[in-house]
Each structure stands twice: as structure tokens, then as C-alpha cells.
């Protein structure tokens, strides 16, 4: 599999995973041109593009959604309460490009198989994904307050984990935001800060080199290095060679990822 984060943060998300038989898209949540720029970027062309996956309805991960479905006549793939609660924003789709699922249970498309997990995020019904294909796998889990046991064990052993590191607390706590969304933002429906990423890698990292995304940083209460050094540190101080052992990187707001191959 390859794998390219496009774009990463509260001002817009997008994925891109290829297979041997597969090119798509976690979340569109930029404008159409815009990942229409991105995807050429990394040498990929949109209407090459076989589907999109969408975790959830907010704007900063369904904005081109319709727009890309449309131009580029590609199915979208959502649970049923995300496609009830986006219907209005994303405009008209064809109903042969309406695919839905039930989350938690796993679906295949073309050549990769998906599992769909709840989260705990204050949305409809947001879902974190799993891919597979050809015996590696990529955990995509952003957006979420809190990572159960459940989730944890249904992430382990991933090739690619692209995790959300949100917050600096001491930041969010200090910053400007008033505290009702403060409280949201450290809620259990909320968002996952550095230290709570650090544990969990701490939990899933096995040291064979796996590759890992600081993912959807706020831009008010985050920066690149704060995550970078909070998670760096955490794993350091249990053990883990962050140099050999697995390879961090924060995935930038604005500009693509290299294309990593797996």
C-alpha cells in the first residue's frame, strides 16, 4: 500500500491510499480544486480516483466531498447518520454513488478491506478507519477524545498509524478559547491531546519500524514541535528508540506528506 496524508488539521483533512487495484480518499475536506491540486502534487490524477471514505460530517473533512463525487462521478462511502447529517452540505449524489455501511462491522471494496470503528467524537457518528491489503495495515483515527480498550485492540499492529495529536493542554488551557469549548475540546467527544497520543502509541508501537502521523493539530493550541517533542519524550521514557524503533512525523496543515510505500 501507499499512503500520502494531503492535508491535516481543523482547516481542512484529506487522505490519500493507493493498493495494486485501489486509489482513494479518506475525507475531502478542502475544496474540490484544491485536492485536485494536492493529488497532482504526488502525481496522482483525480479522476484516477476509485471512491471516497468520509469518517465524518464536519466541514473540515466532507467540504469537496460532493464536489469530487460529482466531477469526477466517484461513490462515497459513509454510515448511514453521516450521509443523513452531511445530505444538505454536500449537495445532490447519484444513488449509485451512495454506499453505506454499518459501522463496526467490516466491508471489502475492490481490493482492500475496511473496518469501519466508532469513536467518541461530537458528531453524528464518527468513525475512525482501518485498512487493509496485501497483509499491511493502516489505522486512521482523528477526531476522537478518547481511545477505548476496544479501539486499541482492533488498531494493534498497524504498519501506519495516523493519530491524532490535538492539544498541548498547557496551551489550551492558557489560550484564548472561552471555556465551554475548552471543556469540549478536552471532553471525552472531543479531541485527543499530545500526552493522550504518546500513551497510546506507547500501548501499539512495537518497534518494527512502523510509520507514524501526528495528525490534526490545532492551530491555536498546538504546534508541529510541542507534539513532535510530547510524543518523542513519552516514548523515549518508556523504552522505545524513536530514531530506529518507529519513524514520527507531524503531518503538515496545508501541504502533502511523501508517498510512502509499504
Keep these: 500500500m501507499k499512503f500520502c496524508s494531503l492535508a491535516s488539521g481543523s482547516s481542512g483533512n484529506s487522505l490519500y491510499i493507493e493498493t495494486e487495484k485501489s486509489k482513494f480518499l479518506i475525507d475531502a475536506g478542502l475544496s474540490g480544486v484544491r485536492i485536485q491540486k494536492l493529488l497532482s502534487s504526488i502525481g496522482v490524477k483525480a479522476e484516477e480516483l476509485d471512491f471516497i471514505m468520509v469518517t465524518h460530517e464536519h466541514t473540515d473533512h466532507s467540504k469537496g466531498v460532493g464536489v469530487l463525487s460529482r466531477r469526477f462521478n466517484l461513490p462515497i462511502v459513509a454510515n448511514y447518520d453521516t450521509w443523513l447529517a452531511m445530505d444538505k452540505t454536500i449537495g445532490k449524489i447519484k444513488d449509485e ?80 478559547y472561552p471555556e465551554l469549548l475548552k471543556k469540549r475540546v478536552r471532553g ?75
Design 97 to 176: 454513488n451512495i454506499i453505506v455501511f454499518k459501522s463496526d462491522m467490516d466491508i471489502e471494496l475492490r481490493d482492500v478491506d475496511i473496518h469501519p470503528m466508532s469513536i467518541y467524537h461530537d458528531s453524528a457518528s464518527a468513525v475512525g478507519y482501518i485498512v487493509e491489503s496485501k497483509g499491511k495495515k493502516i489505522s486512521v483515527l482523528t477526531d476522537t477524545g478518547f481511545v477505548s480498550e476496544k479501539m486499541k485492540e482492533k488498531i494493534k499492529g498497524s504498519d501506519l498509524y495516523f493519530l491524532e495529536a490535538n492539544h498541548d493542554l498547557h496551551m489550551l488551557e492558557t489560550g484564548p
Design 188 to 262: 471525552l467527544n472531543g479531541h485527543l491531546s499530545n500526552i493522550d497520543c504518546g500513551n497510546v502509541l506507547g500501548e501499539m508501537l512495537r518497534g518494527m519500524g512502523e510509520r507514524v502521523f501526528l495528525s490534526h493539530l490545532s492551530e491555536e493550541n498546538n504546534t508541529p514541535q510541542k507534539a513532535l517533542r510530547t510524543v518523542v519524550e513519552y516514548l523515549r521514557s518508556i523504552g522505545m528508540d524513536t530514531d530506529n524503533d518507529a519513524f514520527i512525523k507531524v503531518a503538515d496543515r496545508y501541504n502533502p506528506s511523501m508517498l510512502i510505500e509499504l
